[in-house]
């Protein structure tokens, strides 16, 4: 045959990664933060009830969207550590990829509600009970940096682990903006110094959240994860000792930390045997932190493309040097 389907994949997920941590330790993680916020949200509700406050309340509310973020990402890690299926032949991993995209959307559409709240404030300026407000966000921002913490480790490796930091993280800054205003305006006496404060805190979580928001949505659509460049992929390939031509290269990402790559390597006068593909997928493992390579080798140009081509002709002038490089 003048095609040569030589498929090999290399396993043991997680591989090239460079991961610290240990990976089980973000179950034990995500049950504390959830645990934290829900008991947080009942207190914040009460108190809401309470004082009167309608702040108290609709940030309880608020707190309740964080809870359904730690749940998506939660149940997304826990799919991805499902076996492969016939149907899903990578499992569901990618779900990590959808959690990490919604919890982005979710922090941005927390930050529209939060600027039309401010908005209002600024028109029509309402007192605050500081001192109910101050006390229940101060238990906020211990509780939402401890939760942050507890992703601080995964948030280089894990887009999926990066939004619940981020999440938690947006979180206590509002509720140190809280803290911070209740003291000024108890102060001051000046009512928007508030609405200030909450403008400036959601600048802050937009400028944080869009790089989470790019990356998921870029991943999601298969693209190539932004720590790899695909040129110098292919250009390693194409260095490999006996390989003419790299073509048809396609990189996705399969979960939010792991990468899969497929190319085919035009060999016309090497053997590229077994060896040589194991220790190909180990190179692109080694160096660029793909776990899952496929490759497929082809002798000479007609190996690919043109099916009129003779059986066996291994006249490669001029082949297509083509790089499929997405």
């Not at 990490?100 to 941005?108: E, R």
């Not at 099916?307 to 002709?313: K, N, T």
Request: proline content about 3%.
């Amino acid at each position: 045959m003048g095609q040569h389907h030589h498929h090999h994949e290399q396993h043991g997920h997680g591989h090239g990664h460079g991961h610290g941590h240990a990976p089980h330790s973000y179950g034990r993680a995500f049950a504390i933060g959830v645990a934290l916020n829900l008991g947080f949200v009942l207190v914040e509700g009460l108190a809401g009830l309470w004082s009167g406050s309608i702040a108290l309340i609709a940030d309880a509310g608020h707190n309740l969207s964080d809870v359904l973020g730690l749940l998506m990402a939660w149940a997304a890690y826990a799919l991805s550590k499902r076996p492969a299926s016939a149907r899903y032949t990578y499992g569901l991993r990618g779900s990590s990829i959808l959690a990490a995209l919604f919890n982005a959307i979710l922090l941005m559409i927390a930050c529209g509600a939060i600027t039309l709240g401010a908005i209002q404030r600024f028109v029509h300026p309402a007192p605050v009970e500081s001192g109910t407000m101050m006390a229940v966000a101060a238990i906020g921002i211990v509780i939402n940096l401890g939760t942050a913490l507890l992703f601080l480790g995964g948030r280089e490796h894990d887009l999926n682990i990066r939004g619940a930091f981020l999440h938690m993280a947006a979180d206590a800054a509002v509720s140190a903006g809280v803290v911070v205003a209740g003291f000024l305006v108890s102060r001051t006496g000046l009512l928007w110094i508030d609405p200030a404060i909450s403008l400036i805190i959601v600048a802050v979580i937009v400028i944080g959240t869009w790089g989470l928001f790019r990356d998921s949505l870029a991943m999601s659509l298969a693209g190539v994860p932004s720590r790899i460049d695909s040129a110098k992929v292919t250009a390693r390939l194409g260095a490999l000792p006996g390989v003419a031509a790299v073509h048809h290269v396609h990189i996705w990402p399969t979960s939010t930390t792991e990468t899969a790559l497929t190319a085919h390597l035009v060999m016309p006068d090497a053997a590229g045997d077994d060896a040589f593909l194991a220790s190909t997928a180990r190179l692109v493992r080694d160096e660029f932190a793909i776990g899952h390579a496929t490759f497929q080798i082809e002798r000479g140009r007609c190996a690919d493309e043109a099916p009129d081509c003779g059986e066996g002709q291994h006249d490669h002038d001029g082949h297509h040097d083509h790089h499929h490089a997405r």
